[in-house]
């Protein structure tokens, strides 16, 4: 592997990382289904809700655990 080639790799991981990390910076607030309100600072909330990335468009749902399990339910149907 070349010079250039190795570049173009570690450009395109770069990139990859970027936007990764802008799509976990958008995180919202609240929970997309009920609206409650999602503290990032809580260590609890952090790890008990839910966070569905969607790459291709560019969003990312965020689910309290109560909403994830409904809406795991319904998917499974």
């Known amino acids: 592997m070349n ?9 395109q991981t770069d990139q990859n990382t970027t936007d990764a990390l ?13 609206k409650k309100a999602y503290d990032k600072m809580s260590k609890e ?7 569905e990335v969607y790459k291709a ?3 990312v749902d965020l689910y309290c655990p109560g ?4 809406r795991k339910h319904e998917l499974s149907k």
Do not use: N, P
């Open 67 to 70: 909403c994830y399990e409904k």
């Open 57 to 59: 468009a560019k969003r």
């Open 22 to 34: 802008e799509l976990m910076l958008s995180v919202g607030s609240e929970c997309l289904t009920c």
């Open 3 to 11: 010079r250039k080639q190795r570049r173009a790799i570690k450009k």
């Open 45 to 51: 909330m952090v790890r008990t809700w839910f966070v």
